[in-house]
């Protein structure tokens, strides 16, 4: 069973990373356009979709079986485990903070351009390089 849970964990983040990665790109390029245009009304419902029905269940899923895997296998007590959770949990807030964006711009009221999108959409890529290494190296 532990092998199934770590599989569909690894599923899970694949697709929690691609949301982080695909959500802030669509950013750019819904930035670039006006909020009145048809371009902006096909943002809306993709950055709606992917975060409602991919994002949201995919972190939702790779925190429980994470969280199970963790308590299963005793990592709980290791040092890189604490340092592991800790860039998650910013993940998370990356996560929460790419909603807000969604609902300023399904309100129309996106405050950014799209430079500050192309320079948030870099914040996942760089912790998921932390998790990873983390979670193979085991430095500490």
Partial sequence: MYLWIKALH?????????????????????????????????????????????????????????????????????????GKTLLVLAMTGAHIHDGFLLRDFANDANRHGSRFYRIINEGPTLLMIGIVILVIVKPF
Avoid: N
Avoid at 34 to 55: H, V
């Fill in 10 to 82: 690894v599923i899970a983040i694949i697709s929690w990373m691609a949301g982080l990665l695909y959500l802030p790109r669509l950013f750019v390029y819904h930035a670039e356009c006006g909020p009145a245009s048809p371009q902006s009304a096909t943002f809306k419902i993709m950055e709606r979709r992917l975060y409602r029905y991919i994002m949201r269940p995919a972190m939702t899923v790779s925190w429980l079986t994470g969280l199970f895997l963790a308590y299963d296998s005793g990592a709980f007590a290791a040092p890189w485990f604490h």
